[in-house]
């Protein structure tokens, strides 16, 4: 219910700059994921956002509103921290209804929208249990109760599933999804995991060192990578990025890399021989591609990682190690050969000099 | 020869804790026990009392007041000492700058040898030439009589204490409060609790099992204050600062008189088991719920 625009950013811890100069906006009403590996200040961001870190230079708007100098309380916003944060003195019901407890919201109203909350959530049957009697997922339920209890205008969530087995982190992707689309208002969802980004968001947001490297809706990020690193980290398994050079063959220019050939006529930047390019290919669209054009090559494997019910299998082909990404298990040796192959369109380039996408 | 075997290996090592338990703890103990229904002094012989001893205590007008002096005692010293000790720790949680230099200085009455703060603080307290009176007196307050009255010795004695053991509270709070998650902090903050209705509702009862073990160990020392007192008063002036232990000693150490000596003892051992019980079962109801 609130959009967010932060201008020229900056906070440093001692003389780290974590961000210096950042700038991004958020949407109003949407659900928006702050995508990046650790260490990459997402949590400073959210943190900076809700107004519990005090930024050392720049503007934070919600709405049009400088907010940089109001205090937390006064944002009318949440968070759900990665660790929970529940009192493990109190019931459920008193975690959940604590912020309403701070604001004095009668009792009345208090246990009919902890009620409502909750059982929306499914744990409308442990608001008398202590949180220690309660599993790792139904915790989590818990602190996001208390977040949206409050009805605030915007929910900050704190990589909330990182702390959850592998299981119950999939289904409450599902579920999340199920009530954020249902209550509306805007989220701010920071998580180092692409697969939170892919399944629940509308709009990503890629950071790297406290730099914005990309934002945009997900299907258009996912699809149009502006450079290597949004390529390598927003995708499941991490993009294979090839070094690979521009050659003239036949009159056209070609990629080449390690022995792989793309076709570059249809490039309109200016590209010429000699040019040192990258050539990105997803993991999910190597196995069983077929067509005519398609690019088939003959790996060796080196290591098969079975996860879940899929499978990544480590290949290396003319120099070059691969990860092929199959959606189903599929054991293979070491030494064994597999065949696989792309779509020349499936491919991503990019510059090497400063990782830019120039095609896909 | 005849081998040994592991199990009485096993039985003959677990002797030695039942030795030292015996020797250093159990015959003690019995002996005071034994001889607490003895009429028995210095150089007489042990004549069998019964119950006389008892008798005696419980008819003892100076038992009762010596009673309710070292319950007063704990009672206002410890109170004191969680008032300012978790009211400093609140401080030193929220100071961004010099905390180690704090805690340094904080650590200082805690070193000190307690019989050796009990002789500073007599001279402290010294109504003619005392520091205490000589401050109080640059701020205008006529200098009072300490260590001669009876309501200003025990005043000074809970002082001293105080003075003691409040950083001990306070160390030992904070260091409880830094293992808290920042989460909680933050959570509450966001939701726009003040900070001191964040740290009395949500941080303390979260350290609760700390604060009743702190609270254990004070009530403790406090109901069995010797040192501290013993030379900085003696116990008096007359019996206004004579404690559990002070009273306990003077009548075995100073009047001889070892029956009745050990009577007090033994009535003291069953006041001191009685509380550790009560308040270490309080502890560990805690300590669970945590």
């Known amino acids: 219910m609130v959009e967010v625009r932060v201008e020229n950013l900056c906070k440093r811890f001692g003389s780290r700059y974590i961000f210096n100069n950042f700038s991004m906006r958020i949407e109003n009403e949407s659900f928006t994921t702050i995508l990046g590996p650790p260490g990459a200040g997402k949590t400073t961001l959210l943190r900076l956002l809700a107004g519990v870190e005090i930024p050392d230079g720049g503007k934070i708007y919600f709405d049009g509103r400088d907010v940089t100098d109001i205090p937390a309380k006064d944002r009318n916003v949440a968070m759900v921290f990665q660790s929970f944060a529940l009192h493990p003195t109190r019931k459920v019901f008193d975690n959940i209804a604590s912020p309403l407890k701070i604001k004095n919201v009668p009792k009345e109203e208090t246990r009919r929208r902890v009620k409502e909350v909750a059982d929306m959530l499914g744990i409308g049957d442990l608001l008398d249990r202590y949180p220690r009697e309660l599993s790792g997922g139904q915790q989590q339920r818990v602190a996001i109760a208390r977040a949206m209890v409050k009805k605030a205008n915007l929910i900050f969530f704190d990589e909330p599933l990182t702390n959850l087995d592998y299981k119950i982190r999939e289904s409450m992707r599902s579920e999340l999804k199920k009530i954020f689309t249902a209550q509306g208002g805007t989220i701010v969802y920071a998580t180092p995991d692409p697969t939170d980004a892919l399944s629940m968001a509308k709009y990503v947001a890629v950071i790297n060192q406290g730099k914005l490297e990309q934002y945009g809706p997900v299907d258009d990020v996912y699809n149009y990578p502006a450079n290597t690193f949004v390529g390598y980290y927003f995708s499941f398994p991490p993009m294979n990025l090839l070094d690979g050079k521009v050659v003239r063959e036949k009159g056209a220019l070609v990629l080449n890399s390690h022995d792989l050939k793309v076709d570059l006529s249809d490039c309109k930047e200016g590209i010429k021989e000699g040019d040192e390019l990258i050539l990105g290919l997803r993991p999910s669209q190597l196995f069983k591609v077929d067509g005519d054009d398609v690019v088939k090559f003959e790996g060796e494997v080196i290591i098969t990682e079975v996860i879940g019910s899929e499978t990544i ?16 298990i599929y054991r293979l040796l070491p030494g064994d050969k597999l065949t696989i192959g792309f779509r020349p369109c499936d491919a991503f380039i990019f510059r090497k000099a400063d990782g830019s996408l120039i095609r896909r | 020869m005849k ?22 703890v159990i015959y003690p103990f019995a002996s005071v026990i034994y001889y607490s229904f003895f009429s028995y002094d210095i150089g007489g012989t042990p004549v069998f009392n019964g119950v006389g001893n008892y008798i005696q205590l419980f008819t003892d007008p100076q038992f009762y007041r010596t009673l309710g002096l070292t319950l007063s005692y704990s009672i206002l010293a410890v109170g004191a000492e969680f008032l300012f000790g978790i009211g400093l720790a609140y401080l030193l949680v929220h100071i961004s700058r010099g905390r180690s230099v704090a805690t340094s200085i ?36 006529p200098g009072q009589k300490w260590l001669i009255r009876p309501t200003e010795a025990f005043i000074s004695t809970v002082i001293v204490d105080v003075w003691q053991w409040t950083p001990f509270v306070t160390l030992v709070t904070f260091a409880g409060l830094t293992t808290l998650p920042v989460e909680l902090v933050e959570s509450a903050y966001i939701d726009g609790a003040s900070e001191f209705r964040t740290f009395k509702d949500i941080l303390l009862p979260r350290i609760r099992a700390l604060l009743y073990i702190i609270l ?5 020392d406090t109901l069995k204050i010797f040192d501290t007192v013993y030379t900085m008063t003696g116990g008096g002036p007359g019996t206004a600062t004579t404690y559990m232990s002070i009273f306990n000693y003077l009548n075995l150490m100073t009047f001889y008189h070892i029956g009745y000596g050990c009577t007090i003892a033994a009535f003291f051992i069953v006041l001191m088991n009685v509380v550790v019980t009560v308040l270490s079962k309080k502890a560990g109801a805690a300590l669970f719920a945590a």
Do not use: C, E
Not at chain 2, 123 to 131: K, L
Not at chain 2, 216 to 220: A, E, H, K, S
């Open chain 2, 3 to 24: 081998k040994i075997s592991f199990r009485s290996k096993t039985l003959f090592l677990a002797l030695i804790p039942m030795i030292y338990l015996y020797g250093l």
């Open chain 2, 106 to 141: 904080l650590i200082l009455p805690l070193v000190m040898t307690p019989a050796v703060a009990g002789i500073i603080w007599r001279i402290m307290f010294d109504a003619g030439f005392g520091h205490v009176n000589f401050y109080l007196s640059l701020i205008g307050i």
């Open chain 1, 313 to 328: 299998i480590h290949v290396q082909y003319n120099g070059a190690r691969l990860a092929v990404h199959v959606p189903m």
């Open chain 2, 216 to 220: 254990f160990l004070r009530v403790i």
